[in-house]
Every structure is written in C-alpha cells, then in structure tokens.
C-alpha cells in the first residue's frame, strides 16, 4: 500500500506536461507510472461503450477480501489489491479480451483491469514480473479499497 | 426511498445509521479503510471501503461516494457533517444520477455558500445585517455617519483586510484622530487609502436558529441556540435556548431565519448564524450552513424533535404533518464537546487507544459518541469523540446536571478537554451565563491552569 493519491499523480501529469521530457518512468511501492508524449507509446481505450452499462446490481455482499487468505496461496504469490473502491472490468471494453488470462506472463507495466468511478477509468499494472495464478473479481463487480484482485507468481 | 448510503464517520454516521434503520431504511456505510471496524460499521446493513485512512483518498472523493451509492443500489445519500456536506457538486452529482440528496438542492447551497451572494439574499429577504456606510471621503462625513448609527464603531480597509487601517473609536473626538492614522495604514498596506465604517459589537454572542425547509415552500424553525464558547471560532459548548436574549427579539430573530431560508424555497436542515450584540440588544445575520450542525441535539433536546429522522422524511418527499405550532420548546439542553486534545499542550490532538471509556448515564443526560472502550483515535480525522448533551427544566438545574455528569465522565489512554470542561463549567461567568464569544480565549484560558488559592 501507498500513499499516492490521484491528486499526487495529477501533479506529476502537470509537471509531466511542462516538461521537455519525452518519456517518464516512476516506481514508488505498489505503484507504477508511464508517461510518454509520443501518440505511439500506447494504444488508446475506447470507453464509451462501458459509460453507460447499468449499475452493478445490489447482491448480498461478498466478505470483500481484505486480509491475504493464509494458507490459500503459496508465499511466492503476491496479491495485486485495488486501489480504492470503483467498479472492476477485467477488458479494455464489453466482448473484448481480457486484459490478462489466467497462465499468462506479466510484466510491471502490463495492465491488468481497469476500476471505473463515476466514468472515470483508472488502469491497475501488475507492477511485478510473473504468472497470473487466480483472478479473484468478476467482471463488473463493484470491489473496495484494498480488496485482493488478483494472485500472481512471482518470477524466480 | 429505501436504501441510504451513509458518507460519513464517527458520531453523526452511527445517528444517522440509527435513525434510518428506525424509519426501516436500509443502510449502506461507505468507510475509509480506518473506519471499517467502527460501531456504525457493525450497525449498518452493508460496509463499503471508499479508500485509505487520509480524507481526500475517500471520504472527501465526491465521486468515490456517489459511485458507492450507485454500485450498493442505494437511492439516498446522507452527507452528515462536515467532509463533502456543504459542496454543491456533491448534491448536484447525486442529482444528475438519480441518488435523493439528504439536504439541500445544489442551487440552495450554492446561493448561500458564497458569503456575497447570502448577504445579498439577507439583504432582499429584510434581514439585519452590520451597518455600514459606503466608501468615506474624509473624517467629517465618517464622524456624520457614527453619529447617525451611534458609537462605538470600526473603520475598515475598502481594499483589504487583516487588521490593517482598522481602528476602534467610541467618540467623534477618537473617530477623528483616527481616521487619518487608519487611512494612512490602508494606503501603505493596500495602495490604497479608502476607509468604510461599521458598527463594533464589543461584546458578541454566536446565536443561530435551527430550521427545517419542507421543501414545499414551508420553513419551519426548532428554536434557537447559543454557541458563544468558542475558541478559534471552534465552537465548544452550545445551549438552546439561547436564554439571553429578551423574548422579543428572540421572535424577530426566528423570522428572520425563516425568512431568509423561506425567499429560496430551501429544503432540508439549515441553521442560520447571527453575531447578537449584547450592549445593544440586535443582531446581525453572519451565514447560512446547510447541512444538519453537530451541536443539533440541544435543538432536539428542547422541541423533543428527531432531526435526523426529519432529514430523511423530508428527503423521501413525504414530509411530516408538522406545524410551526407544534413545535414548542421546553427546558434547557446543553452541550459539551468532548476532544481528544490536550488543553495543556496547547490543544494538541491527543490521538491514540481508549483504555478506560465511563461515560455519564441518568435522566436528561445523552451521549452522541461511537467511542467505546477499546477505540482507537485515529489520527487522520477531527478530534471530537463525543458529544454529552443534558438537558432540565432550566439553565440553572441543566448546568448542575452537566457539572455532574463531567465529573463522572472517565476516560483513560488519551488526553481529552473534560478537565478544562469541568473548570469552565465552575466559573462564575458560566453560571451567571455572563458570556461572550472571546470569553473563553480572552478571561478563561490566560489563566487556565494557574494554581488557585
């Protein structure tokens, strides 16, 4: 867990911006930033299909899944938690891909899922070289600060 | 209505919790992740983490809270009190995404948010406010207009604040002298020599009156309140009513109110702030805040009115069948504010576990508090823990009521003001109600702590 907080990473899109750099790379504890000023450095998401999807319907709640789950997972496996409560989607938009299957190799910068709040979609990156392990979330399922989204393996 | 999300903590989410599930409301809590074990967690239907401890990462995240709300089926939002409850957006978010906003509409917030514009809106409405003259040429056009608003009077900057070309005068011959020393400081601190004058209220109390807009163009009131003990503007012990005030001015204080609230149609719990001045008998109006105030139980104590509940009643559109006439006062109710600060240390905030937790219990004694033994005081928010309300057939048999339960009031593991409230509770200005609003700061605290013989 980390401090940084969207007005943190809002001041570094700004300082970004008015720069002369060309590319920003930045690593602090769970949290992996790319910026780059170059149109082909990343395709771009279209997300309009997924701003007008329905609300999540109200289920009786799942026990959000806070603390690591002892015994469940191999010490090797490292949780990838969401970073604050939002909506989760596993693709880039409705009927595509999966950002990441299960068996896949993940890099730090590859992207995982995306957690919309209010329209606003924010990417979550592995942040670690390994394997995906377990995908714990459903597809449109409303998650929580902190809840576990995914396991990964480690690479040794 | 039937589902509430609850984008609050401490002491006013438990309340509201409470509250709703007694109208058979569900419940929905949206915590931050230092809230997650708090009473009012356990006591909702559902919890949901918005985000870390520190406020800006989630309870201050008005799109975090409406995006709950959505996501856990929720029709209605309360904001509670401080945090996001007075931010336009906030309301006008849940009014674009179809969530019932527990308070005011989004237009009423922001007519009586700017301090311009509600001044403007008292000014339209007939209420009060400080006289003032326009822009003054020289001293004789200002000795001219104090003498025609009477002594004593304050002379003020037109271009700026702070201090700066602000003299006090209670005679011509002072207001004279002054002028020019007051217009010559404005000119070196602003460019600027361009004085206005306003009457200064030497000794003022904080009176403000608790209304309820029905949203069908009824305001109704639930009396008035005293809140003079202040320290930095921080309000520390409020009474209703506020028993210095002569009854007819009390009258004209409630219309005034009512008025002001009544010409925007305003919905929902309201208070409106007045600076009343002691030597003269008048008051002046100050704000408008538009949301449910923590010091609201002494309102509640006095009218035997459940505030909270007539917050959401007026939110589902079915408001109560309530009358100004119904509405009747009785007693005395006051109310302490309990911190987690340390009076002899400069009022640092004292945060840490509660070990021992013996709060007052008895007739006319009532604790708003989601402290218990065993809670930790969490660094990241506001340090008020509690609030203890009493209530009696008077002043006088409220304030021993009060003195009583302070003094059986026990909490160990953290450092709290209950000591300094027994003391200001003690002095003979307090129980004479000899009070002001720089009482506590400029006669009490100077010589808090000194040994007594």
Redesign the interface.
Same mark, same amino acid.
């Given at each position: 867990m980390n401090d940084i907080t969207p007005r943190d990473i809002e001041a570094l899109l700004e300082t970004f911006e008015s720069s002369n750099w060309s590319e920003m790379k930045l690593k602090i504890d769970g949290l992996e930033l790319f910026l780059s000023k170059s149109p082909d450095a990343r395709s771009s998401v279209d997300f309009s299909e997924y701003a007008d999807k329905a609300p999540a319907p109200v289920a009786a709640p799942a026990a959000p899944a806070l603390a690591p789950q002892h015994g469940a997972a191999p010490d090797h496996w490292i949780a990838v938690r969401a970073p604050n409560l939002g909506t989760f989607y596993r693709s880039p938009k409705p009927g595509a891909p999966p950002y990441v299957a299960l068996g896949q190799k993940v890099e730090p910068m590859t992207e995982l899922c995306l957690i919309e709040v209010m329209k606003l979609f924010t990417s979550v990156f592995a942040g670690l070289s390994g394997t995906v392990r377990r995908v714990l979330v459903e597809d449109g399922e409303l998650v929580e600060f902190n809840q576990l989204l995914f396991l990964i393996e480690l690479d040794s | 209505m039937r !589902?509430v999300l609850v984008a609050n903590r401490g002491e006013i989410a438990l309340r509201i919790v409470r509250a709703a599930k007694a109208l058979g409301l569900e419940t929905v809590l &949206?915590a931050? &992740?230092a809230d !997650?074990e708090s009473v009012a967690a356990r006591e909702a239907d559902?919890v *949901?983490?918005? +985000?870390?401890a520190?406020a800006? &990462?989630?309870y201050l995240?008005a799109?975090?809270v *409406?995006?709950?709300a959505? &996501?856990? +089926?929720c029709d209605a939002l309360h904001p509670g009190y401080g945090f996001l409850s007075e931010r336009a957006s906030l309301a006008r978010?849940c009014e674009e995404n179809g969530v019932t906003f527990v308070g005011p509409t989004s237009a009423s917030i922001e007519a009586v948010g700017d301090k311009l514009a509600a001044r403007r809106l008292a000014k339209a409405a007939g209420v009060a406010m400080t006289p003032g003259s326009a822009k003054l040429a020289n001293a004789d056009e200002a000795v001219a207009f104090a003498s025609e608003i009477g002594f004593p009077v304050v002379t003020k900057a037109s271009a700026g604040g702070g201090g700066r070309g602000m003299v006090v005068a209670h005679d011509a011959k002072s207001l004279a002298a002054g002028f020019e020393r007051a217009s010559v400081e404005a000119k070196e601190a602003f460019g600027d020599g361009t004085l206005y004058l306003e009457r200064y209220v030497e000794r003022a109390r904080h009176v403000e009156v608790q209304v309820l807009g029905l949203g069908d163009g009824r305001v109704l009131h639930f009396g008035e309140r005293d809140c003079s003990m202040q320290r930095r503007y921080q309000k520390m012990i409020e009474e209703a009513p506020a028993s210095a005030l002569p009854d007819a001015t009390r009258t004209r204080l409630h219309k005034a109110a009512v008025d002001l609230l009544g010409s925007i149609n305003y919905r929902n719990a309201g208070t409106v702030e007045f600076l009343y001045d002691v030597e003269r008998d008048d008051f002046y109006f100050m704000e408008v805040n538009a949301r449910i105030q923590v010091e609201h139980p002494v309102s509640e104590m006095i009218t035997g009115a459940d505030l909270i509940r007539l917050q959401l009643e007026v939110a589902a559109g079915s408001p109560p069948r309530l009358d100004q006439r119904d509405i009747v006062t009785s007693g005395h109710a006051i109310e302490t504010r309990i911190l987690a600060e340390d009076p002899r240390r400069g009022f640092l905030p004292s945060p840490g576990r509660i070990t021992r937790w013996r709060a007052p219990q008895g007739e006319g004694v009532r604790l708003d508090t989601a402290i218990e033994e065993g809670s930790l005081v969490s660094p990241y928010y506001d340090s008020m823990i509690a609030k203890l309300i009493v209530h009696a057939p008077d002043r006088p048999r409220a304030v021993a009521r009060l003195r009583g339960a302070l003094e059986a009031f026990e909490v160990a593991g953290i450092a709290t003001n209950i000591g300094l409230l027994r003391e200001v509770t003690a002095h003979p200005d307090f129980l004479a109600n000899q009070l002001d609003t720089r009482w506590l700061e400029s006669v009490f605290l100077p010589h808090y702590g000194e040994p007594r013989g």
């Amino acid at each position: 867990m980390n401090d940084i907080t969207p007005r943190d990473i809002e001041a570094l899109l700004e300082t970004f911006e008015s720069s002369n750099w060309s590319e920003m790379k930045l690593k602090i504890d769970g949290l992996e930033l790319f910026l780059s000023k170059s149109p082909d450095a990343r395709s771009s998401v279209d997300f309009s299909e997924y701003a007008d999807k329905a609300p999540a319907p109200v289920a009786a709640p799942a026990a959000p899944a806070l603390a690591p789950q002892h015994g469940a997972a191999p010490d090797h496996w490292i949780a990838v938690r969401a970073p604050n409560l939002g909506t989760f989607y596993r693709s880039p938009k409705p009927g595509a891909p999966p950002y990441v299957a299960l068996g896949q190799k993940v890099e730090p910068m590859t992207e995982l899922c995306l957690i919309e709040v209010m329209k606003l979609f924010t990417s979550v990156f592995a942040g670690l070289s390994g394997t995906v392990r377990r995908v714990l979330v459903e597809d449109g399922e409303l998650v929580e600060f902190n809840q576990l989204l995914f396991l990964i393996e480690l690479d040794s | 209505m039937r !589902r509430v999300l609850v984008a609050n903590r401490g002491e006013i989410a438990l309340r509201i919790v409470r509250a709703a599930k007694a109208l058979g409301l569900e419940t929905v809590l &949206a915590a931050s &992740a230092a809230d !997650r074990e708090s009473v009012a967690a356990r006591e909702a239907d559902r919890v *949901v983490t918005l +985000g870390p401890a520190p406020a800006r &990462a989630s309870y201050l995240d008005a799109n975090l809270v *409406v995006h709950a709300a959505k &996501a856990t +089926g929720c029709d209605a939002l309360h904001p509670g009190y401080g945090f996001l409850s007075e931010r336009a957006s906030l309301a006008r978010l849940c009014e674009e995404n179809g969530v019932t906003f527990v308070g005011p509409t989004s237009a009423s917030i922001e007519a009586v948010g700017d301090k311009l514009a509600a001044r403007r809106l008292a000014k339209a409405a007939g209420v009060a406010m400080t006289p003032g003259s326009a822009k003054l040429a020289n001293a004789d056009e200002a000795v001219a207009f104090a003498s025609e608003i009477g002594f004593p009077v304050v002379t003020k900057a037109s271009a700026g604040g702070g201090g700066r070309g602000m003299v006090v005068a209670h005679d011509a011959k002072s207001l004279a002298a002054g002028f020019e020393r007051a217009s010559v400081e404005a000119k070196e601190a602003f460019g600027d020599g361009t004085l206005y004058l306003e009457r200064y209220v030497e000794r003022a109390r904080h009176v403000e009156v608790q209304v309820l807009g029905l949203g069908d163009g009824r305001v109704l009131h639930f009396g008035e309140r005293d809140c003079s003990m202040q320290r930095r503007y921080q309000k520390m012990i409020e009474e209703a009513p506020a028993s210095a005030l002569p009854d007819a001015t009390r009258t004209r204080l409630h219309k005034a109110a009512v008025d002001l609230l009544g010409s925007i149609n305003y919905r929902n719990a309201g208070t409106v702030e007045f600076l009343y001045d002691v030597e003269r008998d008048d008051f002046y109006f100050m704000e408008v805040n538009a949301r449910i105030q923590v010091e609201h139980p002494v309102s509640e104590m006095i009218t035997g009115a459940d505030l909270i509940r007539l917050q959401l009643e007026v939110a589902a559109g079915s408001p109560p069948r309530l009358d100004q006439r119904d509405i009747v006062t009785s007693g005395h109710a006051i109310e302490t504010r309990i911190l987690a600060e340390d009076p002899r240390r400069g009022f640092l905030p004292s945060p840490g576990r509660i070990t021992r937790w013996r709060a007052p219990q008895g007739e006319g004694v009532r604790l708003d508090t989601a402290i218990e033994e065993g809670s930790l005081v969490s660094p990241y928010y506001d340090s008020m823990i509690a609030k203890l309300i009493v209530h009696a057939p008077d002043r006088p048999r409220a304030v021993a009521r009060l003195r009583g339960a302070l003094e059986a009031f026990e909490v160990a593991g953290i450092a709290t003001n209950i000591g300094l409230l027994r003391e200001v509770t003690a002095h003979p200005d307090f129980l004479a109600n000899q009070l002001d609003t720089r009482w506590l700061e400029s006669v009490f605290l100077p010589h808090y702590g000194e040994p007594r013989g």
